[in-house]
């Protein structure tokens, strides 16, 4: 081994790595990837900005979300579409073409130059990422600015920013939640402050919104899963029926939930993730793994909402 002088972009400090040559990367069809670099390390992950648009790309704390979860699909000729848990094969990280061609997102799925990745081993586990499109010249970095957490294509050189490390992701071990779609749950909170409450409907003519209530034998408090495909569901009522859904309402903050006409839309998808000990998360498909259904704590402890997801008891849910 001998030792290589790295150049941190627009730094003044040199980092030295000793060299090990990288193998050549050889993803799983049906494995995901955590994608790192060895200028942020492994508590920053690329993930998708959620934003509603959901096809931005950037650095976020690593977690346990669908967005960080990527999978490398061959192309033939030592390239790779990259594709995403959370948005699916349908969309892939491509380049804007805009003239300065150094943007990234998640494009629709297709025969573009610029969704073709091509992955160079470098040193210590840690790889190249260029396309079809710019070729080799220009590389998968990270911008610079202070923040640190956006990425571009920049010219290729020995950049911390440059060197990426893929990490497979192991499944959960955890069953599947496996809900009967022709029977009603009730949905209570790990948090002591909602004790001896479920999810219920508010009772105010207009019977939309949501609330915890102290739990009993109301039909508002009777809740039902309808599959969607892909491990989502529909959340409906056994007051409201099948003709209103949980679902976010697009305001521009997108956190507060209501019943709304049940209609094919991202933020009445539900996904319903197990964590142990009879507990379960709630995501949509439209904000992701990176807000969960939560309990406002106000003093009240009865409204819900969606918040950033998190270590937090009022984010866990017994579905009986």
Known sequence: MRPIIVLVFCCLAILTI????????????DAYYRLTTLWQGTGKSLDVVVDGINNKLQLYNTGAYSG????????????????????????????????????????????FSGQYWKITPLTDGYYRLTTNWLNESKSLDVVNDGINNKVQMATSGVYSGQYWKFEEI???????????????YRFTNMWSSTAGKSLDVVVD???????????????????KFIPLGNDYYRITNAWRGDGKSIDV???GVNNKLKLANTGAFTGQMWKVTNLGNGYFRFNTFWLGDERSLDVINDGVNNRVQLAVTGNYLGQNWKID
């Open 18 to 29: 000793q060299q090990t040559v990288s193998l050549n990367f050889a993803p799983k069809a």
């Open 68 to 111: 960080q979860y990527w999978k490398f699909a061959s192309l033939g000729n030592g390239y790779y579409r990259i594709t995403n848990a959370w948005q699916g094969d349908g969309k892939s990280i491509d380049i804007i073409n805009d003239g300065i061609n150094n943007k990234l997102q998640l494009a629709n799925t297709g025969s």
């Open 170 to 184: 192991i499944p959960s071990t955890l069953p599947k939640f496996l809900p009967d779609s022709n029977k009603f």
């Open 205 to 223: 003519g207009v019977n939309e919104q949501l609330q915890l209530y102290n739990s009993g034998d109301y039909s508002g408090q009777y809740w």
């Open 249 to 251: 309402i697009n305001d």
